[in-house]
């Protein structure tokens, strides 16, 4: 049996961990650069809050129901992700835990006895609740995309499951299916719901499991539409993965506060989002051979469309792959060169490093000196004391210091979990 845990709304759950009076009321959560709501509370939906939606257009809603907003804490959600995949891998070994998403992982369940798999389920949500102070659902059933689905119907009515499904019969596993529309099932898109709707009347996700696999084969992206009708069947066909740990990019990419018209401040936030990726990249212990970046342009007219614009890239391709910031950041800085047009305002940039090579495999130089091949070192030192002091205590004078064009976060709560000087009081 296959089960998977899905945080409820997490960013406003990490949220509600430090300000408990918030709970069973109206939260949302926006993006960067406060653009738009991106995680909204049950009681929040309840109100009309719409997801997605532009937060300016949300504003009214919110003053009228005294909405409490938050900006995207990605310090507190990243952390406390972690706390609840880690309570998972204590309970039930890491060979057992699939991390599918910040906020959502996949568990085997083989190791229980079927009678026993609704406490397990009720034991896992409770000790993550208790453990972490984040609420999940746990889904139950004989496959991944059944468990998908246990766990949609297990949010749909939190207060009659418990949040809390399990389906290991095959009669619960008909009705479940019988009343989910087919758009709402995990592996079916929009645009291969509307087909199966309209050319085929199939409307419900029972009626896609009575389909024959030729069928999914030839109308559902070939092997993988015959393996979702087998695991709608209960045959388990999509396997626990490994925990993926080398990448095989690694980009960093932010919005601006405000558009950008001056070359310095692009360049500024290009390498600092290449230490970034540095940083990120000799964490797996990797080196890149290129180095790319991107530049999004504002409208020409500087409407207040902010959404509208033009992507401009441009990529180098190293002599000798590397993981050394600076090494990176002076072609990076270079393609911005490239990219920059006079007068035009920029609202967003990004750098991507790819070609990434084990550094082992990086042969040193004879013509350098020692303290020029063990550069890894120094960048090393640099990392550590930047984790635990946090904040990019030392930088690269590249990336600026007064950093005007940061994104906005105006609404932001605090670091409770990873600053010092942020951490939660209580009086």
């Known amino acids: 049996m296959k ?12 949220e509600r961990v430090f300000k ?53 804490n990605y310090n507190l959600y990243g952390d406390l992700s972690w706390r609840v995949m880690e309570t998972l891998r204590m309970m039930l070994g890491k060979k057992n835990v699939e991390v599918y998403s910040v906020d959502e992982a996949f568990l085997d369940l083989s190791i229980f006895p079927s009678e026993d798999l609704q406490a397990v389920a009720k034991e896992i949500r409770e000790t993550v609740e208790q453990w972490t102070g984040i609420k999940v659902s746990v889904g139950v059933a004989p496959t991944k995309v059944l468990a998908k689905l246990a766990n949609r119907l297990s949010k749909k009515d939190k207060r009659k499951t418990g949040c809390v499904v399990v389906l290991d019969t095959e009669e619960k596993i008909i009705e479940a299916l019988n009343k989910t529309p087919v758009e709402d099932l995990w592996g079916v898109g929009y645009q291969y719901a509307q087909k199966l709707k309209n ?41 626990m993965e490994d925990e993926l740990v080398n990448k095989k990019m690694i980009a960093t990419t932010r919005m601006f506060g405000d558009p950008v018209n001056d070359i310095a401040d692009i ?31 504002k409208e020409e007219n500087h409407s207040v469309n902010f959404n509208r614009g033009a992507t401009h890239s441009n990529y180098i391709r190293l002599p000798v792959a590397t993981s050394i910031t600076n090494e990176l950041i002076k072609p990076a800085v270079a393609l911005v060169d490239t990219l920059y047009k006079e007068g035009t305002f920029y609202k967003k940039a990004g750098v991507m490093l790819s070609g990434i090579v084990p550094d082992s495999s990086i042969q040193g130089n004879l013509f350098l000196s020692a303290s020029k091949n063990s550069e890894r070192k120094l960048m090393d030192m640099i990392d550590n004391i930047n984790f635990s002091q946090r904040d990019d205590v030392l930088k690269f004078a590249a990336s600026g210091t007064t950093r005007d064009w940061k994104m906005r976060q105006e609404l932001r709560s605090g670091r409770y979990t990873t600053r010092w000087n942020e951490l939660f009081e209580i009086s």
Request: some cysteine; glycine content about 6%; aromatic content about 8%.
């Open 20 to 72: 408990p009076h918030l709970d069973r009321k109206p939260v949302v959560v926006l993006s960067n650069n406060d653009g738009c709501i991106i995680s909204r509370s049950d009681e929040a939906k309840k109100l009309g809050v719409e997801m997605a939606g532009p937060y300016f257009k949300a504003k009214p809603l919110i003053a009228k129901y005294d909405v409490t907003v938050f900006s995207s």
């Open 3 to 14: 089960a998977i845990v899905d945080c409820n709304n997490f960013y406003c759950s990490c």
């Open 199 to 239: 050319y085929w009347r199939i409307d419900t996700s029972l009626q896609l499991r009575n389909m024959s696999e030729e069928f999914a084969s030839s109308h559902l992206g070939g092997v993988v539409g015959a393996r979702l009708i087998r695991e709608l069947k209960g045959i388990p066909s999509i396997k």
């Open 267 to 297: 360049k500024e936030a290009v390498a600092t989002y290449t230490s970034r990726a540095a940083e990120k990249l000799r964490r797996q212990f990797g080196a890149a051979r290129v180095v790319s970046v991107f530049v999004v342009s």
